[in-house]
């Protein structure tokens, strides 16, 4: 269960909405509500994790019916990510990981994924040129979202053979391998 003064930001939440387009009528937009992410309302500033969890998880069920939970969190991530590169925060995120390079870019990550809420801790390792783990507390029940994040997100900067794996998982905390 996520502590309530775990937040996360509109411009986060903005950028689901853009990766949910063209299917926010029917079934979906009224489970979102019930859910507390009320469409028919000026998005929040911020909105509790809870809130945030439970979005995830209705947007990949609704999305992705015939996959795990996994595959689905994973495939709403890489829609995410392109989602988010539409809001004004993603527009100047996109560019800087383009000028970065994936290990820089990767480096970032901490910085990158804090601007999203207030509460995850991401640690960086890097364990050679193009090897890293990254550690994420409080990510949430699915960290096959939060992996897709980080591994489409380098992608942009236009590096060959990426792969990303969940390494480990506890409660909400995940470790993730990221080479290329």
Not at 92 to 102: D, R, Y
């Amino acid at each position: 269960m996520s502590n309530p003064s775990e937040i996360v930001f509109g411009h986060t939440v903005e950028g689901l909405l853009l990766a949910l387009k063209g299917r926010l009528e029917g079934p979906l937009r009224a489970k979102l509500k019930d859910a507390g992410l009320d469409l028919d309302r000026k998005l929040e500033p911020a909105y509790p994790n809870a809130v945030w969890q439970r979005v995830l998880q209705i947007s990949a069920t609704e999305l992705f019916p015939n996959v795990s939970m996994n595959e689905a969190q994973w495939l709403l991530g890489e829609r995410f990510v392109s989602g988010y590169f539409e809001t004004n925060m993603g527009r100047a995120l996109q560019t800087v990981l383009k000028l970065l390079g994936p290990a820089r870019a990767l480096e970032r990550t901490s910085r990158n994924l804090a601007s999203g809420s207030n509460f995850l801790h991401v640690d960086v390792e890097r364990l050679a040129d193009t090897d890293y783990r990254i550690k994420v507390s409080e990510g949430g029940t699915y960290p096959e979202f939060i992996g897709s994040l980080c591994h489409h997100a380098t992608l942009t900067t236009g590096v060959k053979g990426l792969t990303t794996v969940v390494e480990a998982r506890q409660g909400r905390a995940a470790t993730y391998r990221v080479r290329w």
